[in-house]
């Protein structure tokens, strides 16, 4: 009488679980449903994107932009022949520069603090990072222009204006900073200071060659979404921009009177950039991913 050899099972060889319900037809309609209402999502975040990036390349023969009557590069050709609008555009991007960098500045600071140090009041001041975010932005510009107006803002200009714009951008970006910086701060290892003081490194060594390296990941990213969120505002601005004309506020008084195809050819070079800088941020992180898993 022979007797059947058969294999053993590896240990830790995954074991297929037989599943009665739902059976195979039915769970293969659920993904294909799966599929479908998601791809339904994703045409219902990028579509108005797609229409902007089409309208960039139509030419138009109205004042508004808003009918399809024909194919052009001429806007891609000429697109700052609107000087307004370039004008605000330009105010734009300097406003949002110098929000990002003082807000870099003060979130990084204070996001060192809250994940360094233990003090009292700390959970105070983490909750009051989180008010801006979820305080409704009408809230946030209509109380800043009450204080602007009052005088009641210290160092605030005499007139509402670019600065008063750049005083209101850097509150609510420096609540953005602080809680990406504290994100990438939490899982920080911080014995590796304490064997840099060890090994005869100062203070200001040890910031400069251990923990800012490290800090730098969150501080970009908090930089770009400071930056994205800065140059898109309208509500707050609004309310504080005074004379001052935005590139949000351009084109939302342009709807009024005109819809010049340059501002689609604006917008299309924004989302360019930020897809060019996000895909270079992904690009050079899964490099470096690679090369530390290859060590």
């Known amino acids: 009488m022979s007797a059947a050899i058969t294999s053993p099972t ?15 037809w039915l769970r293969r309609i659920g993904s294909s449903l799966l ?6 999502g994703l045409l219902y975040l990028f579509a108005p994107i797609a229409v902007i990036v089409a309208f960039s390349f139509n030419d138009e023969t109205s004042n508004y932009n808003i ?7 001429d806007n891609w ?6 000087q307004g609008l370039v004008d605000a555009f330009v105010l734009s991007l300097e406003i949002a520069a110098i929000a990002t960098a003082a807000a870099v500045v003060l979130g990084g600071l204070v996001a060192l603090a809250l994940t360094r140090y233990r003090f009292k009041g700390g959970a105070i001041v983490n909750l009051l990072l989180v008010l801006p975010l979820t305080t409704p932005e009408i809230v946030l510009g209509s109380s800043l222009a009450s204080l ?3 005088q009641a803002y210290p160092f605030a200009p005499q007139q509402r204006g670019f600065g008063t714009v750049v005083i209101a951008h850097v509150m609510f970006c420096v609540s953005f900073v ?4 504290k994100a990438r701060l939490r899982g920080f290892d911080w014995t590796l200071e304490d064997a840099a003081m060890d090994l005869g490194a100062g203070p200001v060594r040890v910031f400069t ?3 800012f390296p490290l800090m730098i990941p969150g501080i970009m990213a908090a930089a770009l979404l400071s930056f994205a969120l800065s140059l898109d505002d309208f509500i707050i601005t609004l309310f504080n921009a005074g004379n001052e004309v935005t590139f949000p506020l351009y084109i939302y008084g342009s709807t009024l009177r005109a819809v010049p195809p340059q501002i689609q050819v604006l917008s299309s070079m ?5 897809v060019f800088i996000l895909g270079s941020a992904t690009f050079v992180g899964r490099r470096r991913e690679r090369a530390a898993t290859a060590r």
């Open 67 to 73: 009918e399809w009557d024909g194919f052009t590069f």
């Open 148 to 150: 602007f107006l009052a």
């Open 209 to 211: 060659k251990v923990t």
């Open 10 to 24: 590896p240990a830790n060889a995954p074991v297929e679980v037989q599943r009665s319900f739902p059976p195979p």
């Open 77 to 82: 050709a000429h697109p700052f022949a609107e």
């Open 35 to 40: 599929s479908f209402y998601a791809g339904l």
């Open 178 to 181: 602080a809680l990406c910086v």
């Open 270 to 274: 924004v989302l360019l950039a930020s």
